[in-house]
């Protein structure tokens, strides 16, 4: 079992995947328009509620170790998310025309990878491909922040990062990493057909492997005085550009 946190995470559980969902805790002390959404959500699927005292309910949290993370009063249990794997991913290539991967390396902080979860699902992402030794994981944070993307996008955890782009371009995937040095704007890529975006963490970029195992490297044109923009927000630039294209 695990668990999520926050009202629009556990409200995506209860709309899209309610077998997924075991019970939902709701703070007594937080009685308000949106946690009776929840109840009346949890009702109408048939999962069990439970409005709990405030010190039952952060006992509750501390057995679950949700840490700090704000969970607005909500928390559900819930039958825990699994990360996917390479051989997920090779399947996924021979079911699907056309995808659109997003590949990460290094994006350690759980809010910039559920907030790239959440862009990747809004632009159609068909995977996101994370090293499993330099990623968050699927972690109650991710998950919050992800707000139901996470149960969406598969989250395909491999073992050599390099390795994997290796086969995806093997078997036909063009690969666009970012780099802020180079002169090719991201808008001038073709970003059609099979194509898989490549982004490292805000501050170190890619390693020199994934780099080197990139076929195209682009650029988010910068004419402020910020020199990078968060993980998050160049995965979102970089994506919706694919999707314009592809649309």
């Known amino acids: 079992m695990s668990a999520i946190a926050g009202i629009h995470a556990v409200s995506a559980a209860l709309e899209q995947h309610p077998e997924r969902v075991k ?5 007594a002390s937080r009685q308000d328009k949106r946690t009776q959404r929840i109840i009346e959500q949890a009702r109408a699927v048939g999962v069990r509620f439970d409005l709990v005292q405030p010190a039952a309910f952060n006992q509750r949290l501390q ?4 840490g700090d993370i704000n969970h607005q009063g909500v928390v559900a249990i819930v039958h825990a998310i699994t990360p996917k794997d390479e051989h997920f991913l090779w399947q996924l290539l021979d079911a699907t025309t056309d995808p ?18 959440r862009t990747a699902d809004a632009a159609g992402v068909a995977a996101v491909i994370v090293p499993k030794n330099r990623s968050a994981g699927l972690t109650p944070v991710v998950v919050k922040v992800a707000s139901g993307a996470a149960e ?20 036909g995937v ?74």
């Open 174 to 247: 063009w690969l666009t990493g970012t780099a802020g040095e180079t002169e090719s704007l991201i808008y001038d890529a073709n970003l059609k057909g099979a194509t898989g975006i490549v982004m490292g963490a805000e501050g170190e970029g890619m390693r020199r492997l994934t780099r080197e195992h990139c076929d195209l490297l682009v650029k988010i044109p910068m004419v402020g005085t910020v020199s990078s923009l968060n993980v998050s927000v160049a995965a979102g630039v970089c994506l919706y550009e694919a999707l314009r294209q592809r649309q």
């Open 100 to 117: 659109l991967l997003l590949i990460l390396d290094g994006v350690t902080d759980p809010h910039n990878l559920g907030a790239c979860l």
């Open 152 to 171: 969406q996008v598969p989250l395909v955890l491999v073992t050599n990062l390099a390795r994997t782009m290796a086969e995806l371009r093997e078997r």
């Open 23 to 27: 019970e939902v805790l709701v703070n």
């Open 63 to 66: 057995k679950l170790e949700l």
